[in-house]
């Protein structure tokens, strides 16, 4: 999304989620920052935190949720694939360069490479129920 992201994420066994969101934030906003530090520093004067420190994210941690079970895990699968549809932004899920569906249909030419979630194997065999 333009200003958002959604991503599923599912911890090693016995491994805290939080160490693991920020060393994705923390990249990200650095390689963002410093990217936009000499090409568009009218967007970065938006990100200031009002102390003169460009912010990238948001305050607080998201809209967090965990997912108890395969139906649910679905839901948000669907969900996550059809919101660049739902907003408009393209006419298919796999029209959307930064999505996940992309490399499960086998588009992976400099695709980041995706895991299929773990679990009910039949269910991940109609994969294309989640568009």
């Excluded at 060393?23 to 963002?32: E, F, L, P």
Aim: hydrophobic fraction near 35%; charged fraction near 30%.
């Amino acid at each position: 999304m333009p200003e958002h992201v959604h991503m599923i994420v599912q911890p090693p066994k016995d491994q805290p989620l939080g160490p693991i969101l920020t060393g994705i934030k923390t990249s990200v906003a650095k390689h963002v920052i410093h990217r936009w530090t000499s090409s568009r520093a009218a967007i970065l004067a938006r990100l200031d935190d009002g102390h003169g420190n460009p912010r990238f994210w948001q305050k607080g941690g998201g809209f967090d949720r965990n997912i108890r079970n395969t139906a649910e895990l679905c839901r948000e699968i669907r969900y996550t694939h059809r919101n660049p549809v739902e907003r408009g932004l393209v006419d298919r899920p796999e029209v959307w360069r930064w999505s996940s569906v992309r490399w499960w249909m086998g588009l992976r030419e400099q695709e980041i490479e995706c895991d299929l979630p773990p679990g009910d194997e039949e269910v991940w065999k109609r994969w294309k129920e989640f568009l």
